[in-house]
C-alpha cells in the first residue's frame, strides 16, 4: 500500500523540501532569504537582531546548521556594517538607494561573508545573483556580479586593501560611542576596546553546581575558564546537554564576577536589584543566599521566573522600582546591576552600533547614584554593597564611586582578587574598583578550535565596571 501524498504548504512543509526547490529552481538558499529579510529590517526599522530572529517564523525552520549561519551571516554584517560600507563604496562608488535599497543590502551581506566569514568565492556569488533576482531587481544582477568577482579577486591579489578594512576599528562606531572613549581612555586604549568590541561573542555557561563545572565542559567540548564559566565557541542553548534539567545557564564570564566578589552569602539575605533576565539571581541562590530578586519591568520578570524555574531554583520576586521599595529589614548585601548605555555588550548586541540613539549618560549616572543611595539605607552595619555597569564610560563607572564616597556614608571595601581570577583588569585604580575591558579574558580561546563550518574565533568577555562598599 502507497502512502499518502501531502501537498506541501508554507505551514507543513519541511526546510528540506525549501532547500531542494531552492537548488532545482535556482532560487537562493532559505538562510540568506532570511538573512536578507533581517538586514532590511534592522538596518531601515530599527529592529533588534535577536528580538527579530526570536520573531521571524522562517527562521525557526531551518536546520539547526543552517540556523547557525543565518544568524552569524546576519550578526557579522551588521557587526562589520561600518567596515563593509568602506568596501562598498571602493565597488560601487554610487550604491543603489530607494526602491533599489534591496541590493545594497545583498551587498553588504555578501562583502562580509567573502571578507569576514572567509566565505566560499563561488557560493556568495552565485546566491547574491539568486537573492537580486527574488527581490525582483533583475536589472542589477550584473552588478551585482561583476562587484564581487571584483572583491574576490581583490582578497587573491591585494590583500594589503582587505586588511585595511579590516584593521578600521573606528569606522563603524558612531561618534558618541567613540569620542566618550578616546576621552576617557586615549587614542590607542579606546582603538583596543573597539576592536575587542567587533569580535563575535563565545557562548558561557554558568553551572549550578560548580564543583561539575569540570566533567561538563568536557561533556559539552567547552573550555573551562579559570573563574568556573564553561566557554563554547557557539552552539545553541537548548539543545546541550544540561539545559532541559537545569544544571547550567548562559551568562558571560565577567558577569559572574559581581556575585563572587560578595565571598560566602550562605544564608545571608541577598538582594538583587534591576534583577532580570536572572543569571546573578541564579548565582546568588546557588551560593546558598536568601535572595530577593527585584525588577520594575514586569515582562521581564517573567523571563526571570522562567529561567528560575528552569534551573529548579527558588526567590522573593517583587515588581517595583527600587527608588520606590525598601524591605522590611536591613539586609547583608545589596547587588545594584544598574541600567547604563551598556557599551559593554556591543560584541553580543551589534546592532547598537547602527541604530541605537545617543543615550543619556549624565541622566543615566543620576539614576544609577540614586539607586546607590536608596540601596544603602537597605544594609545593616557593615552589610555589602556592590555596584557594576556594563558601560565602558567613566561616568558610569569610576565618576559614580568617587560620588559614592563623598555622597553617601559607605567605605570603600577592596575586592579579593580571586574574584576575578583569570581577568586583567585595568591597572591604576583603587582595590575597591574592578574595570575590565573587552579584552580582559586572559588566554580565553587557547583550547578553542574551529568547528567544521570554519566559524570565527571568539574570544573576549563583556566590558564591565564594578566597586565594592561597605556600610559603617
Known sequence: MCKDFILPTRQNRSYAYDRAMAKRNQHPEPSRKIALAGMKAIMS?????????????????LEPRDRRFCRRLLASSIRYHGQAMLALRHYVPRAPKGRQQMATYILLLALTELIWLDGKSHAVVDQSVRLIRSVGLEHLHGLINASLRRCVKDIETHPSLIQAWKDDHATGFPDWIKSRLIADWGMDQADKIMAALLTPPPLDLTMADPETAADMAEQLGGTLLPQGSIRLSDGAPAQLEGYVDGRWWVQDAAATIPVRMMGDIKGKHVIDACAAPGGKTAQCIAGGGNVTAIDQ?????????????????????ITADILDWSPQAAVDVVLIDAPCSATGTIRRNPDKLTHQKTPDVAMLSDIQMSMVKQAATWLKSGGILIFATCSLFRAEGEDIAARIIRETDLIPDPIDPQAYAGFMPYEGIAPHLLRLFPDALIDADKDIKKDADNAMMTHGNDGFFMAQFRRR
Open 297 to 317: 519591568s514586569a515582562a521581564r520578570l517573567i523571563r526571570l521566573k522562567e529561567n528560575l524555574t528552569r534551573l529548579n531554583m527558588t526567590a522573593e520576586v
Open 45 to 61: 526599522s530599527g529592529k533588534a537582531l535577536d528580538e527579530w530572529l526570536e520573531h521571524h517564523e522562517p527562521y525557526h525552520r
